[in-house]
């Protein structure tokens, strides 16, 4: 079982304790976060629609300004970079006169995100799973793809699904300048950040190289649209901390489709990767779904 996450800080927002949950939850331990401020930046806690609580709105902030209990869904940075997404909880600490001396952070990750590490970990005894990435595999994609084709419903088009093509922009220019191992944080990074964004029933595919595709069951074009750009946003708050203190982060373009009678798999991979590349074309990092 998971355990949560728990953090306390002072009145400037200075961490004071990081219990194990936590080192376990985030990848940090103890001895690197205490003595920090958490608006330093460390879990960048950004909501779904991309709101950096840390620089607008943060709970804890806030708690400590009211005394007031705090509920937010967010997605916080982890130390290997991707976005894990999370209920938090702010409380009020009270120093022995009765004044605000601080506050406490509780923090899980949310039910679909251990429903989706459970999937990955089945996965991983059959033939189903890309090695670098733990996400499904090619084959994965066209086992799941002909589940959608095929279920009840479908051809009477009451329950399409949407595809989407993802591709990380200018992802030959990390290998070229930082080398194949930083590429390949970089492409586990970006798998484990788009896993963490999606919904509990779809699913997510390694297509190959630097390119994922995403099924949405039962989803309009509408709906679909905000699933791509909660992705693109997600990825863009991600960033890998390298050896010589720098950082890089990557974007990414997205094309999508909704499926139709007479569609297959190729044919649905066709138009979302059309769209993808008018995403390139028209400056990368954007979504485009027709």
């Known amino acids: ?12 927002r200075r961490i004071l304790t990081w219990n194990h949950g936590a080192e376990e939850l985030t990848g940090y331990a103890c001895s690197a976060v205490v003595g920090t401020k958490c608006s330093d930046g460390l879990l960048r806690h950004v909501t779904a629609d991309g709101r950096e609580l840390c620089v607008n709105g943060c709970p804890l902030q806030a708690t400590m300004s009211d005394g007031i209990k705090r509920e ?3 997605y916080f940075h982890h130390k290997e970079g991707h976005r894990v997404p999370a209920t938090v909880k702010a409380l009020p600490i009270y120093s022995a006169n009765g004044e605000l001396a601080g506050a406490i952070e509780v923090f899980s990750i949310k039910n679909d995100s ?10 991983k005894h059959d033939s189903l799973t890309d090695p670098l990435t733990s996400l499904g595999n090619r084959r994965y ?3 799941m793809a002909a589940l959608q084709l095929s279920s009840a419903g479908y051809a009477t088009s009451e ?8 591709d990380i ?6 290998n070229d300048v930082y080398g194949h191992l930083v590429g ?5 990074m970006v798998a484990h950040t788009l896993s963490g964004g999606l919904r509990p029933l779809d699913k997510i595919a390694r297509y190959g190289g630097e390119e994922f595709v995403v099924l949405c069951p039962g989803t309009t074009a509408t709906e679909l649209a905000d699933i791509a750009e909660r992705l693109r946003l997600l990825v863009g708050f991600s960033w890998l901390d390298l050896e010589n203190k720098s950082q890089l982060s990557a974007t990414v373009s997205i094309g999508g489709t909704i499926s139709r009678q007479e569609d297959d798999l190729a044919s649905l991979l066709l138009r979302a990767d059309e769209a993808m590349y008018e995403c390139k074309k028209s400056g990368r990092n954007r979504i485009l779904v027709r």
């Open 159 to 166: 329950k399409p699904f949407g595809l989407l093509m993802v």
């Open 114 to 123: 251990v429903s989706l590490l459970r999937q990955i970990e089945e996965m």
């Open 1 to 12: 079982m998971l355990q949560e996450g728990v953090y306390t800080v002072d009145r400037e």
């Open 169 to 174: 922009d200018h992802f030959k220019q990390v």
């Open 184 to 188: 390949d944080r970089t492409l586990t």
């Open 141 to 143: 994609l066209e086992e």
């Open 72 to 74: 937010a869904e967010v």
